[in-house]
């Protein structure tokens, strides 16, 4: 009994640090994901169960940022329309089969992400009007799109996807798109969430609990964003990215 206790109050502990980074860059599955399988959760369950977690920390990560640093709502509201369309597909295959070489290949779309944002740091630290975020309207949705289904699928690190393809390809200001980032996440993991549900690979009190976590670290994630400003969450993704990356390719046990 003693020891059910102390795992859940770890498994809260590693929502907390997870809700953190997520809500600065992304990559808080890294943690999360490892946390459920110690627990004696399947690997499949896991990546249903995490999505609870997901909802719930996401969504508090958005307020928190639009409340202290307001973001464009609306354009957030029809830039989620392709990532929701992206879930739904990943979450679909994610119930029914794993292939590693989608697992590699995702891992070396993060590496290239990682190299393009430590190359170009002065082009996505720089303050950018809101008018400026629509110069690659097709990449952009493409992007998306691609953001949404590897979110549904497998989620790791997705946060920072979103950054790289908000920051880079849209040429959004960097803490409009990380408030923007997170609600994103909040709307398409509803109907992937509803997917595992169905498919019943979500256990509730596992996720619920490292939720309450999440939702901690979410509002600590949202001022120490603003705090660090935009070198702070820049330096975060490239680290995330790296270790999503390195994660996926097996180079991290």
């Keep these: ?5 102390l795992q859940l109050v770890l498994l809260a502990l590693t929502g907390v640090l997870a809700g953190t980074v997520n809500t ?3 990559g808080g599955s890294l943690l999360t994901l490892p946390a459920l399988m110690l627990l004696g959760v ?3 369950v896991a990546n249903g169960t995490n999505r609870i977690a997901i ?3 996401s969504s ?4 928190a940022m639009h409340k202290r640093a307001p ?3 609306r354009a957030t509201f029809l830039l989620s329309i392709p990532t929701v369309i992206g879930a739904i597909a990943g979450a679909w295959l994610a119930t029914r089969f794993h292939s590693d070489d989608m697992r590699i290949a995702i891992g070396c779309a993060l590496v290239a992400g990682a190299l393009l944002l430590a190359a170009q740091p002065k082009r996505l630290l720089e303050k950018r009007s809101r008018e400026e975020g629509r110069s690659h309207p097709f990449l952009l949705v493409f992007g998306l799109l691609v953001a949404g289904f590897y979110g549904g ?5 997705v946060g920072a996807v979103l950054l790289v393809v908000l920051g880079w390809v849209g040429r959004w200001d960097l803490l409009d798109a990380t408030g923007a980032k997170n609600l994103m996440i909040a709307i398409y993991t509803f109907p992937a969430l509803a997917i595992f549900v169905l498919a019943d690979e979500v256990a509730w009190l596992p996720g619920l609990v ?5 939702v901690v670290g979410a509002e600590f994630g949202a001022r120490l964003a603003l705090r660090g400003g935009r070198k702070l969450i820049l330096g975060t993704v490239v680290i995330a990215v790296l270790v999503a990356a390195l994660k996926l390719l097996g180079v991290l046990g």
């Excluded at 009994?1 to 206790?5: L, V």
């Design 1 to 5: 009994m003693e020891s059910d206790i």
């Design 24 to 26: 600065i860059a992304g």
């Design 42 to 44: 399947s690997a499949p």
């Design 55 to 57: 909802v719930m920390q």
């Design 60 to 63: 508090m990560g958005a307020r």
């Design 71 to 73: 973001f464009p709502l």
């Design 153 to 157: 699928l497998l989620q790791a690190g």
């Design 210 to 214: 490292l939720g309450v976590g999440a």
